[in-house]
């Protein structure tokens, strides 16, 4: 027997675990744990560790079970102790749940079985204890349908076959003439299962197990196998969960939603998942179990009169048709409501936090089986943030870090025009389960629209129902539209999770998956055919609408607030333009971190004057050229300065090779060649003069002002001259001169006289001055080695960490594709370098940088202005290795605050 301990019991006999050991039993268990330390009813039970799994990875099946056996056998004991049943009992058998349960919420994810322990002599036990045939013959069909799918692998062989077992399924309720699972009778379910086992003979080739105990041990490892199916590794690349935390088992004792019209079984929130609303919501379905509910087979009802009602006026239900056949559980079950309502209000008030409940009620029993902090949009996670903070639950810290920075993505992307929008036309409507503006074409199957949205086109996943094995198509869907399900099913609840805008329980929509077509009140729409989804409406367009910025709401505002109280980073932008600068302002930025002057040559007729530079042969012929691009350039910083009044604006002198400004195509080149007036072979002579083999590493950065000094010289006049009209309109300027590349001081000191030369001219000629500062990005290994030699001239550094990163690493992120996933899915690289910092690595390069310009020049200003500036574990770092300021996108300003925010709170 291992001295390890591996397997912990919860109920009101005794309990084990406890909230804070999720890492060991993961967050279903723990929960479960401290559910039952609150008082709340919860089926008794016990969890198999996260542990285990790491075990039977490492050592395989037969070598776990092994381990566990002894641990396990008195965990059953125990739940047969606490529920007065035996397990393996024919006459009155004990029948449990097997969930899986990761220390992160992974809904959906991984793999569940529910009613373990029948077989033929036990069904016939439990329906003369339960007084119910119907009852204990559509537990053991559903037992052996998800015993078969899961632990036997008896799967639909394509994409395009339905559930096997749904299909037959199909069949019988067509030959009895009947629509919903719940017309079926006893004698018919007996035909399910003998049916389905004889599927599962024939196509997996062996019998249906009927030994409870070889159903358990199956079952235990099958769940621990689905920590590493397909759709698991999805969720976790998506999510950044390690895969070495592994999940942890939990047994418990079954309670059962489907005995009748006095039982049922529902998901609820404690606030709105969606919008943030302090209400409680949730759906359930009467004589079901859990799984009817997520799966969207049947279409539920709300458990709140008020959620009935509004899901009533979505749906287009009057209200006396609503009390008949859609009544709410307040309505139906007022007592059972009651505590519902008491449970979660306890719930919430003690993880402070809001919470995903899952409850059965058992012949008028109310049993709570999880609750978890849950899933919500970025809207919502804003909402419920500042609100708790309101209501005196949380604290500002806390608050904060509820937000997940990412996660504000959400409140910032587009909304549907509302002109645009007037003039659309709509085809149907369905649930709004995930809010959200989303256009895009069609496509019916998860795997083609990776490979459609890898073509870089728009697509809306359409479904009957999504499952786990479509999310990689959910994920890079734009929306996601399903025939069936409610407010709680998988499509929602990932789709939330995700981000994604989703309409769910659309039922004028039906799914033809052979024809590859849906159908909407008898028109017939085609794979590739656009429409638009309105998450935050349920309804659903035809054809293509236009959006506009989202307006932000005031709980945002507040947010924003409190970032600024606890960030010691300040928060630049990577601005070209004065549109890219307002929108970067209003974001909250406080000054343009990195401004790309090359951006500002591809505009209009600036690319003329720039190939006629190239093309001069001498420097007169430059300076004539470089003379056309002045006005341009002072114009552009003009605008950049009076957006960013009074606010640092750092300009990076020219940086990419000069062979980026030709076009090295016939068709191109003969276009160039005609719109300057010279000979096409001329033309093609200089473009292969600027080949080079390694542009990367090439004559680009400061090795361009040096060969081509007039070239800084017109750059640094029009900063200079902008700066002053700036000034003289009542504009506050702070302008900021970044050479790029340097790799000595030398370099940086001969670009230094070019500068300082023109500033001494242009303010002389002007007869006033304004303050400015001298920089470099520190972008090569050599410079972060040199860098306390470089601060000598350079009074801020700014990393350059896309071209750091490319550098230190030794590869190309242009080119790293053809190998870096790989390297990724084999665990050689946690992360994308190119996303988030090489901490160790070239954040070392980082860290030496910092200290060595410190130690040369104690008031130096550093920066960084790479992308990632805007990834929130990169700017932990930053914040760590004590620079003044990250620079990112404008729209990603907001996210870097709250990022920032949080590093601050950490340290």
């Not at 999504?466 to 929602?492: F, N, Q, Y």
């Not at 999770?497 to 085609?526: E, F, I, P, Q, W």
């Amino acid at each position: 027997m291992s001295s390890t301990k591996y397997v912990y019991l919860f109920g009101s006999h005794g309990t084990e675990g406890a909230a804070g050991m999720k890492n060991l039993l993961g967050g279903k268990g723990a929960n479960l744990a401290e559910m039952c330390r609150l008082g709340i009813p919860v089926p008794p039970g016990f969890t198999i560790s996260t542990e285990a799994c790491t075990a039977y990875t490492t050592l395989g099946r037969e070598r776990l079970l092994e381990m566990i056996r002894d641990e396990v056998l008195a965990g059953i004991r125990s739940v047969e102790a606490e529920m007065g049943k035996r397990f393996g009992d024919a006459a009155d058998p004990l029948l449990l749940s097997v969930r899986s349960g990761a220390r992160a919420s992974m809904p959906g994810m991984m793999d569940t079985i529910l009613n373990l322990g029948l077989n033929d002599e036990a069904v016939d036990g439990l329906a003369r204890k339960a007084g119910n045939e119907r009852f204990a013959w559509d537990s053991y069909r559903r037992f052996v349908q998800m015993y078969g799918d899961v632990v036997m692998g008896l799967k639909p062989v394509s994409k395009e076959e339905h559930d096997p077992f749904e299909v037959v399924i199909d069949m019988v309720k067509e030959a009895r003439g009947v629509q919903l699972d719940t017309e079926l009778d006893a004698a018919d379910l007996k035909e399910l299962v003998a049916r389905f086992k004889a599927l599962i003979r024939a196509r997996i080739g062996r019998d249906f197990p009927v030994d409870p105990w070889e159903q358990l041990w199956g079952a235990i490892v099958a769940v621990f196998d689905s920590w590493n199916n397909d759709r698991a590794r999805v969720y976790r690349e998506l999510n950044d969960i390690p895969e070495s935390w592994g999940t942890a088992v939990n047994v418990q004792a079954m309670v059962f939603g489907n005995l009748g019209d006095h039982s049922a079984t529902g998901v609820a929130f404690t606030r709105d998942a969606g919008t943030g609303e302090d209400l409680f919501n949730g759906e359930f379905l009467v004589n079901a179990q859990g799984e009817d509910v997520v799966a969207g087979i049947r279409t539920p009802q709300q458990v709140s009169l008020v959620g009935s009602r509004r899901w009533a006026e979505l749906a287009l239900v009057s209200e006396a048709e609503r009390a008949e056949h859609y009544p709410s559980l307040e309505e139906l079950m007022p007592e059972l409501y009651r505590q519902l309502i008491e449970a979660e209000t306890t719930l919430e008030n003690h993880f402070r936090d809001m919470q995903d409940l899952e409850f059965t009620i058992q012949e008028g029993r109310l049993w709570m089986l999880q609750t978890r902090n849950g899933k919500r949009t970025g809207a919502a996670m804003v909402r419920i943030a500042m609100e708790m903070l309101e209501q005196g639950m949380i604290d500002e810290k806390t608050a904060l870090e509820r937000v997940t920075p990412d996660r504000l993505n959400d409140l910032l992307h587009p909304v549907f025009d509302p002109r645009a929008l007037a003039q659309a036309k709509p085809i149907a409507r369905g649930l709004p389960a995930s809010p959200g503006a989303a256009t895009g074409q069609i496509v019916f199957f998860a795997d083609e629209a990776e490979t459609w949205a890898q073509r870089g086109r728009d697509v809306i996943l359409v479904r009957q129902e999504t499952s786990p094995e479509d999310l990689r198509g959910m994920s890079v869907a734009k929306g996601i539209l399903t025939a069936r399900g409610g407010m709680t099913s998988h499509a929602a609840v990932v789709a939330r999770g995700m981000g994604k805008c989703c309409v769910s329980g659309c039922g004028a929509v039906h799914v033809d998956l052979k024809a590859r077509t849906m159908t909407v009140d008898g028109t017939v729409y085609a794979e590739g055919d656009w429409i638009s989804l309105n998450g935050s409406t349920g309804e659903v367009y035809y054809g293509r609408i236009a959006t506009r910025d989202a307006e932000l709401s005031g709980d945002f505002g507040k947010l924003m607030a409190l970032t600024d109280k606890y960030r010691r980073l300040e928060i630049r932008t990577n601005a070209d333009t004065p549109e890219e600068a307002a929108v970067a302002r209003k974001f909250g930025a406080t000054g343009i971190g990195l401004c790309r002057t090359e951006h500002m040559f591809f505009e209009g007729d600036r690319i003329l004057a720039v190939r006629e530079m190239i093309l001069a042969d001498g420097e007169a012929g430059r300076r004539k050229a470089l003379a056309k691009l002045l006005p341009m350039q002072r114009s552009d910083f003009e605008g950049l300065f009076r957006e960013m009044d009074g606010l640092p604006v750092t300009i990076r002198l020219l940086d990419p090779p000069l062979h980026e400004f030709v076009p090295h195509d016939d068709a191109g080149q003969m276009t160039m060649a005609r719109d300057m007036g010279v000979s096409l072979g001329r033309i093609k002579l200089r473009v292969e003069q600027l080949h080079e083999f390694n542009p990367m590493l090439g004559h680009r950065g400061c090795r361009l002002g040096i060969s081509f000094p007039e070239i800084t010289e017109m750059q640094a006049r029009a900063i200079f001259e902008a700066a002053l009209n700036a000034k003289s309109r009542g504009t506050a300027v702070v302008p900021e001169i970044m050479v790029p590349l340097v790799g000595t001081i030398r370099e940086l000191d001969q670009q230094a006289a070019v500068i300082r030369r023109v500033a001494e001219q242009v303010f002389a000629e002007r007869g006033e001055a304004v303050h400015w500062m001298l920089g470099t990005m520190i972008e090569t290994p050599r410079a972060a080695l040199v860098a306390d030699s470089i601060a000598r001239s350079a009074e801020f550094f700014s990393f350059g960490t896309n071209d750091l990163t490319q550098m230190t690493m030794g590869f190309s992120r242009d080119d790293a594709g053809s190998f870096l996933p790989r390297y990724l899915k084999l665990g050689l690289y946690e992360h994308d370098p190119f996303r988030s910092i090489d901490q160790k690595g070239v954040g070392q390069l980082v860290e030496m940088a910092v200290a060595k310009g410190r130690a040369t020049r104690p008031d130096i200003e550093l920066g960084v202005c790479g992308e990632h500036g805007g990834d929130p574990a990169s700017i932990g770092f930053f914040h760590r290795a004590g620079l003044r300021y990250v620079s990112c996108s404008p729209f990603r300003v907001p996210i870097a605050r709250l990022a920032a925010a949080q590093a601050a709170i950490a340290s």
